[in-house]
């Protein structure tokens, strides 16, 4: 389609990722033509070119580059570098190697073009230096602090503990602090967004502005916190980044990686208190197992990236805010730990003490077992690794270490107001810009059980949550951050794509792969939404199973099986259907595995009969013969697994159930019975429609079984209704759905490492993605058509309503003239999907202000 109006900000897009001009001279680099920061820019580049030779007690040259005054003093031969003057700053000739005999480092490759061009950049626009920063090693305390709550004046009144830190953090800024907060069109977007991912339809954000209660954004808060559905799709994304949690990809194909989507949906859905979250995550439940059991790399590895290592580094980085990936190799260079305390604590989630590996190679020594903060407990080293891992929670949730509540609190904050108390997030030594607003939010955290939601609400209940955007204030001339409100932030990929849903009415439609789980634990994470659903529903007082009876009864291949000697047997049952359902659910277990397929395809599998699995099949099914198949595996005795020898007779029987559905109500049924045809072996494709199954014998029903295992078909009563109370209704979120380029180019991680904040720069990239990718031009195209179905008689109420719910606001008089010339007249759908492209594009639809 055609991009008529390119709107300035994705020319903006495409500029912005031009990092560096080209150099102006053969010798000395232009300064880079970007805004420097220290951390994004400069910090990565003196810590692995400069800072070996100079911090930390090594200065050669006498020059230390610890802090920003020892840079300035400089070393033997002087002052090392000019503020505002780069090209008569010293550091700036050493580097760039205008005489070769004293080029800067004097080992290994010397720094790119583009490197020089960013220091004399960031030289020439005042050295920034945070306030308190030093490559010098310094650690946080680890003990709990709660400050006294100050008293402030002024012409505001300032109620909430949060906006007295606040206001007496920035008492001492040159001009008077202005606390006028943003109007209501603003908040109850900002709100919306960063709590639930979603905007505001039109109407309720007409609601809050014409609400006059003076509570009204507490009220707010508490209304988009309550809706448990909305918030767990939101912060799954947060979740899945931190906890590197995928549905599918590498890792998978040889049992490599587990997915906890189900665990951590129900945790977010039930807002599982944190410390019990985190412990649950270390010392693992069923479901969370697979954030330390990590990614089983191919190939060779490192030793850095052996499970345990991979476990340690993650602890850290995710629940304490510290960096074990340099000391899981060597000595760490950027901050005080060493090899020996990283392997102490991947240790605990090994086997027993792990050999030191120092650059990937063997040292023949043995690490010792524990945590890396000591003082906090020791972890019994001849315990069983299950207990050692249990004691390693223990003394990370317990609420004398202090670094474990900073560190969430500082991340809820950022995400809200994005930026960081302690930037960077994963770096909690660093100095806070408000020590004391920081340790009040970590002890009020503990203080009210560990309810994140009590966090998030406290701080948007807060004047400074209300404040304008004010983006990152300008530094000061030693670079200290100075707060004056919440940062303008980027929608995530997973924001962008639910606005132009919202936007559009085009939702992403659930696939079969996402509500069944494969041969290979990818896929289900929609069926595991459904079911932290439904558990939750079947919890109410009063709740009514959705399907009154379930028909089936218990079969096996013969009729003394309570007897059984053990072994598998093949099933199959051939569905015949004059329609297709507008949804279909199977259901079965069996003493004692499992593995269920519709039509050759793997919708289930099970190991446990007082469990029983269930899938939703619609897209499989079809018009005509309809194939259930089924390999059902008793073991010989009780105890012993598949593969064993037998040992003593074993129970053994099968049920199962598939049921359609027509306007929420069970239209049929099927139920296992001794239609049901099985068989020792099979060759060929013995689950496909065109099978020969002559020789095939009748199931025999067990009626005995009804007293074992309970009768008729009870045993799947209850996961038949959890799937059926699990909404059908509510529209698929981008966080639940499987890469797509969009996502991807927007900045959805692999989730192959931890990422505890995306980077929000627009690169040359996203710019091609946005204008030229199916995906989106897609969702435009169809949601053009449903725009036109509604409105396209009347075009300027369509031209109206598009800007109510892009941008919150009517369109003014040259917008709206733009708008009906690409609309077209009268409208097409053309027209419109260019209009709904242009709206999707402006700085307004993408940025949270």
């Known amino acids: 389609m055609s991009r008529i109006g390119i709107t300035s900000f994705v020319v903006a897009i495409a500029s912005h990722a031009a990092l560096a001009a080209e150099p102006g001279s053969a010798k000395l680099p232009e300064p880079a033509r970007v805004r420097v920061d220290f951390?994004?820019?400069?910090?990565?580049?003196?810590?692995?070119?400069?800072?070996?030779?100079?911090?930390?007690?090594?200065?050669?040259?006498?020059?230390?580059?610890?802090?920003?005054?020892?840079?300035?003093?400089?070393?033997?031969?002087?002052?090392?570098?000019?503020?505002?003057?780069?090209?008569?700053?010293?550091?700036?000739?050493l580097v760039a190697g205008l005489e070769p005999d004293r080029r800067m480092p004097d080992k290994g490759p010397p720094l790119t073009t583009e490197q020089v061009a960013l220091l004399r950049a960031w030289i020439d626009q005042g050295l920034i230096w945070p306030e308190g920063f030093s490559f010098g090693f310094h650690q946080a305390a680890l003990a709990p602090r709660k400050p006294e709550v100050p008293s402030v004046s002024g012409k505001v009144a300032l109620d909430q503990p949060i906006d007295r830190f606040v206001a007496r953090a920035v008492a001492g800024a040159n001009a008077p602090f202005d606390w006028s907060p943003v109007p209501d069109r603003v908040f109850v977007r900002?709100?919306?967004?960063?709590?639930?991912?979603?905007?505001?339809?039109?109407?309720?954000?007409?609601?809050?502005?014409?609400?006059?209660?003076?509570?009204?954004?507490?009220?707010?808060v508490a209304q988009l916190l309550d809706d448990r559905r909305a918030y767990a799709d939101h912060w799954l994304t947060f979740w899945n980044d931190a906890l590197r949690n995928a549905y599918r990809g590498t890792g998978f194909i040889d049992g490599g990686r587990k997915t906890i989507t189900p665990w951590l949906y129900q945790a977010l859905y039930e807002n599982k208190p944190y410390d019990r979250f985190v412990h649950e995550l270390i010392s693992p439940v069923p479901?969370?197992?697979?954030f330390t059991k990590g990614i089983v790399w191919r190939g060779v590895v490192n030793a850095s990236q052996a499970p345990p290592v991979?476990?340690?580094?993650?602890?850290?980085?995710?629940?304490?805010?510290?960096?074990?990936?340099?000391?899981?190799?060597?000595?760490?260079?950027?901050?005080?730990?060493?090899?020996?305390?990283?392997?102490?604590?991947?240790?605990?989630?090994?086997?027993?003490?792990?050999?030191?590996?120092?650059?990937?190679?063997?040292?023949g020594k043995a690490s010792t077992i524990g945590f890396i903060y000591r003082d906090l407990g020791e972890i019994d080293a001849s315990a069983p690794r299950a207990k050692r891992m249990a004691q390693l929670a223990d003394i990370v949730v317990k609420p004398e270490d202090g670094r474990f509540a900073r560190t969430i609190v500082n991340r809820l904050w950022a995400q809200l107001m994005g930026r960081g108390i302690i930037e960077p997030l994963d770096d909690m030594d660093q100095p806070a810009w408000s020590q004391d607003l920081?340790?009040?939010?970590?002890?009020?955290?503990?203080?009210?059980?560990?309810?994140?939601?009590?966090?998030?609400?406290?701080?948007?209940?807060?004047?400074?949550?209300?404040?304008?955007?004010?983006?990152?204030?300008?530094?000061?001339?030693?670079?200290?951050?100075?707060?004056?409100?919440?940062?303008?932030?980027?929608?995530?990929?997973?924001?962008?794509?639910?606005?132009?849903?919202?936007?559009?009415?085009?939702?992403?439609?659930?696939?079969?792969?996402?509500?069944?789980?494969?041969?290979?634990?990818?896929?289900?994470?929609?069926?595991?939404?459904?079911?932290?659903?439904?558990?939750?529903?079947?919890?109410?007082?009063?709740?009514?199973?959705?399907?009154?009876?379930?028909?089936?009864?218990?079969?096996?291949?013969?009729?003394?099986?309570?007897?059984?000697?053990?072994?598998?047997?093949?099933?199959?049952?051939?569905?015949?259907?004059?329609?297709?359902?507008?949804?279909?659910?199977?259901?079965?277990?069996?003493?004692?595995e499992l593995v269920l397929y519709v039509n050759g395809r793997q919708v289930a599998q099970s190991t446990e009969w007082t469990q029983p699995t269930a899938a939703e099949i619609t897209e499989l099914l079809k018009a005509g013969e309809n194939i259930i198949a089924v390999e059902a595996?008793?073991?010989?005795?009780?105890?012993?697994?598949?593969?064993?020898?037998?040992?003593?007779?074993?129970?053994?029987?099968?049920?199962?159930?598939?049921?359609?559905?027509?306007?929420?109500?069970?239209?049929?049924?099927?139920?296992?019975?001794?239609?049901?045809?099985?068989?020792?072996?099979?060759?060929?494709?013995?689950k496909a429609p065109s099978f020969d199954t002559s020789g095939w014998s009748h199931a025999v029903e067990l009626p005995h079984a009804d007293g074992i295992y309970g009768g008729r078909g009870g045993v799947l009563a209850p996961v038949i209704d959890r799937m059926l109370q699990g909404?059908?209704?509510?529209?698929?979120?981008?966080?639940?759905?499987?890469?797509?380029?969009?996502?991807?180019?927007?900045?959805?991680?692999?989730?192959?490492?931890?990422?505890?904040?995306?980077?929000?720069?627009?690169?040359?990239?996203?710019?091609?993605?946005l204008t030229n990718g199916a995906t989106l031009d897609e969702k435009l195209k169809q949601g053009a058509q449903l725009w036109l179905d509604r409105y396209g008689k009347d075009p300027d109420a369509l031209i109206q309503r598009l800007f109510l719910t892009a941008l919150g606001r009517a369109p003014v008089p040259d917008e709206l003239a733009t708008a009906r010339e690409l609309a077209g007249t009268p409208p097409s759908r053309d027209g419109v999907q260019d209009l709904l492209w242009t709206l999707t594009m402006l700085p307004e639809f993408q940025l949270i202000d």
Request: aromatic letters at 6%; proline letters at 5%; glycine letters at 8%.
């Open 310 to 363: 991979q476990a340690a580094q993650n602890v850290a980085q995710v629940f304490l805010g510290t960096n074990l990936k340099c000391a899981s190799c060597h000595d760490s260079f950027v901050n005080h730990w060493k090899l020996t305390d990283a392997y102490a604590l991947a240790s605990v989630f090994a086997e027993g003490p792990l050999e030191l590996h120092r650059c990937d190679k063997p040292t």
């Open 727 to 769: 909404s059908e209704s509510t529209p698929v979120r981008a966080a639940l759905v499987f890469d797509d380029p969009l996502l991807s180019t927007l900045g959805r991680t692999s989730r192959e490492q931890v990422v505890t904040r995306r980077d929000s720069l627009a690169t040359t990239l996203q710019a091609l993605e």
């Open 190 to 220: 900002r709100v919306y967004l960063d709590l639930i991912g979603l905007p505001p339809t039109p109407e309720q954000r007409e609601a809050f502005e014409k609400d006059t209660r003076p509570d009204k954004d507490e009220r707010l």
């Open 287 to 290: 479901g969370s197992e697979g």
């Open 438 to 592: 920081l340790d009040w939010l970590a002890t009020d955290l503990v203080a009210h059980k560990y309810d994140l939601k009590h966090t998030l609400a406290t701080i948007c209940n807060s004047r400074s949550y209300r404040l304008p955007a004010a983006g990152m204030s300008e530094p000061s001339a030693r670079g200290s951050y100075q707060f004056q409100g919440p940062q303008t932030k980027r929608l995530s990929a997973e924001q962008f794509a639910d606005a132009v849903s919202a936007l559009t009415g085009v939702w992403p439609r659930g696939t079969q792969d996402m509500v069944t789980v494969d041969g290979r634990g990818q896929g289900g994470q929609l069926a595991a939404v459904r079911a932290a659903v439904a558990a939750s529903a079947s919890e109410k007082e009063g709740s009514k199973p959705a399907v009154a009876h379930v028909d089936a009864q218990w079969v096996w291949s013969h009729a003394d099986a309570s007897k059984d000697l053990g072994g598998r047997i093949l099933l199959r049952k051939t569905l015949r259907l004059d329609k297709v359902p507008e949804r279909a659910l199977i259901a079965a277990t069996c003493d004692n």
């Open 633 to 686: 595996t008793n073991w010989p005795d009780a105890e012993n697994k598949r593969g064993t020898q037998h040992q003593g007779p074993n129970p053994a029987a099968f049920i199962a159930w598939v049921g359609g559905f027509q306007k929420g109500k069970l239209a049929w049924s099927e139920g296992s019975d001794a239609s049901w045809l099985w068989t020792k072996k099979a060759k060929g494709n013995w």
């Open 39 to 93: 951390n994004t820019h400069i910090k990565p580049l003196l810590q692995s070119q400069c800072v070996k030779c100079h911090a930390r007690g090594k200065f050669k040259g006498g020059l230390s580059l610890e802090t920003r005054e020892a840079l300035l003093k400089g070393g033997e031969e002087g002052p090392a570098a000019v503020p505002g003057k780069s090209a008569e700053s010293l550091l700036i000739e």
